[in-house]
C-alpha cells in the first residue's frame, strides 16, 4: 500500500469538506468519503491504532490518496511533526477564512450540531478562561483555531513552502474563481488541471429548518448510523433541507 500523499489540515469552518468531496471526484485522487474529518493524527485513540488502521480505508494503488481533518491545523504542533514522519514528501493543503466570520461559523455550526450549548460571549470567556476540556478544545475554541500564522508556521518547520498550497475561502466561494482554484491546485498535486468538477459548496452553516429532525440525526449514537449508511454529499444535501 502506498502512502497517503495529500493532506487538507484545516481550517474549520474554511472550505475543507467542499475542497475534499471535489478532489474526491478526479479519477486520479482518491478521498474516502467515510473518513472525512477522521482525525487519526490528532486523537490519541486513533493514533495508537497504528497508521495501517488508517491505510486500510484507502482501497487503489493507482490513485494519489487524499486524508482531510479539519483540526489539524488548531493541533499543529503535534501534527505536523506526525504527518511529517509519516510522510515527508506529502503535499499540505490548507484552507483560510477571515478570523471573525470563521469563529462566528464555527459557532453556529456547533449550535446546530449539539455540540454548543453556551451563547457566544460565554464560549469566549470559557476559551479565553483555559477552561475546555480537550474535546471542547477541538471544536469550540472559536478565537484560536484562528491563530493561522502561528499554526502554519508549526508545518514549515517540517515542510518547504512549495509543498503547501493555501485556499482562501471567500475566493473559493466565488463562482467565477473556483474553476481556476481547483485547476491551479490539481497542477500542484500534479494531477490532470483539465477535470470538470461538479462544484457545490457543502457543509455551510445555519440554523436547522426542523429542530425535531436535526435533533434525531445529531443524537449521540444516531450520528454514526447516519455517517455510515449515507455517502458525504447526500448526508451534507439532507442536514442542509432540515
Known amino acids: 500500500m502506498s ?3 495529500v493532506f487538507i489540515i ?3 469552518k474554511a472550505g475543507t469538506t467542499s475542497v475534499y468531496d471535489w478532489l474526491g471526484q478526479h479519477p486520479e485522487l482518491e478521498a474516502p468519503e467515510h473518513i472525512k474529518d477522521y482525525h487519526f ?3 490519541k485513540a486513533l493514533f495508537n491504532k497504528g497508521i495501517k488502521h488508517l491505510e486500510k480505508q484507502y482501497k487503489y494503488h493507482d490513485k494519489l490518496k ?3 481533518a479539519v483540526n489539524y491545523l488548531f493541533f499543529s504542533k503535534i501534527v505536523s511533526e506526525r504527518i511529517y514522519s509519516y510522510n515527508p514528501e506529502a503535499k499540505i493543503i490548507v484552507c ?3 478570523p471573525v466570520s470563521r469563529a462566528i461559523s464555527a459557532y453556529k455550526y456547533f449550535i446546530r450540531t449539539l455540540r454548543e450549548n453556551n451563547d457566544f460571549s460565554e464560549s469566549l470567556r470559557l ?4 477552561k475546555l476540556s480537550f474535546a471542547e478544545k477541538a471544536n469550540n475554541s472559536y478565537i484560536s483555531h484562528g491563530n493561522y500564522a502561528e499554526q502554519i508556521n508549526d508545518y514549515l518547520q517540517y515542510f518547504p513552502k512549495s509543498k503547501i498550497y493555501y485556499i482562501v475561502f471567500e475566493e473559493l466561494i466565488d463562482s467565477e474563481k473556483q474553476a481556476n482554484i481547483m485547476s ?3 497542477r500542484f498535486l500534479g494531477v490532470s488541471s483539465d477535470f470538470l468538477f461538479n462544484f ?3 457543509n455551510a452553516s445555519g440554523q436547522p429548518r426542523s429542530k425535531i429532525l436535526n435533533y434525531l440525526i445529531r443524537k449521540p449514537g444516531w450520528t454514526r448510523v447516519f455517517r455510515y449508511l449515507v455517502p458525504l454529499r447526500q448526508r451534507k444535501n439532507i442536514v442542509m433541507k432540515i
Not at 476559551?127 to 483555559?130: C, F, G, I, S
Open 96 to 98: 483560510l477564512r477571515e
Open 200 to 202: 457545490t459548496h457543502l
Open 66 to 68: 487524499v486524508h482531510c
Open 3 to 5: 502512502k497517503i500523499n
Open 41 to 43: 493524527f490528532s486523537e
Open 184 to 186: 491551479d491546485l490539481c
Open 127 to 130: 476559551e479565553k478562561e483555559n
Open 10 to 12: 484545516g481550517a474549520q
